[in-house]
């Protein structure tokens, strides 16, 4: 009887194929490597551009005063009228610290509020223009009313006024130093009255921005004033 014999293989049967592991790991990481690429790429585009858009935005020219919340006051006019700042908001203000009998800084800080906005006319329709009296003695509805008539800003320069009692307090928060160099003032001869000068600007939600100092130039105030109309 013969043996039966075990059938081998044939050597060109096809073979199982085999996962390579390696080259499927390996492909993977090189398209996450893509992706990452292509992520990283856009992110320092979208920092470029942004980054752009701010250095081509125009700079609010004076000293920084931080966005601070303005401190709130409420006063009378040269006309009568109750003017408060938080009533203000919705517009830029100009503010400033005025005395009637003032011979240098005070008139000629009006003539550039007078200037600019002849200059910029319509364009700043909303700005609200404010002048607190560091002087209750000299400062009357009367002298307002002619300070602000001679510096042609009848009908846009509030100019308040009030007592020392209503007065100091609002000096103090916006750190003016008041001294008036006459040991008694009278209604007749006010005498010089030191403060200090310059512009605070505010913008439509009753924040500081920018100081300007009492030599500012006017187109600074200009510029300054269509930023803030625009915000």
Request: hydrophobic share 40%; with cysteine.
């Amino acid at each position: 009887m013969a043996t039966p014999t075990t059938q081998q293989p044939h050597s060109n049967a096809p073979r199982r194929p085999v996962r390579n592991n390696t080259m499927v790991l390996r492909n993977l990481s090189r398209i996450i490597v893509c992706a990452l690429v292509v992520v990283v790429a856009a992110v320092f585009g979208v920092h470029a551009l942004l980054d752009r858009g701010q250095s081509d935005s125009p700079k609010l020219q004076g000293a920084s005063l931080d966005g601070v919340v303005a401190p709130d006051f409420t006063l009378t006019d040269q006309t009568g009228a109750r003017i408060s700042l938080a009533a203000l908001r919705g517009h830029p203000v100009v503010l400033t610290f005025f005395y009637t009998h003032c011979t240098d800084e005070c008139p000629l800080t009006a003539s550039k509020f007078q200037k600019v906005q002849t200059q910029l006319g319509s364009r700043i329709q909303d700005v609200r223009w404010v002048a607190v009296s560091t002087d209750p003695v000299g400062d009357t509805p009367q002298t307002a009313t002619d300070f602000v008539a001679q510096h042609g800003l009848t009908g846009t320069l509030h100019y308040l006024l009030g007592d020392q009692k209503e007065l100091a307090p609002i000096w103090s928060a916006y750190s003016v130093a008041v001294e008036n160099t006459e040991t008694t003032p009278t209604a007749n001869d006010p005498g010089m009255v030191q403060h200090t000068g310059g512009v605070w600007l505010i913008d439509t939600r009753g924040r500081e921005q920018v100081y300007l100092d009492a030599a500012f130039n006017p187109q600074a105030l200009a510029d300054d004033l269509t930023i803030l109309a625009k915000k």
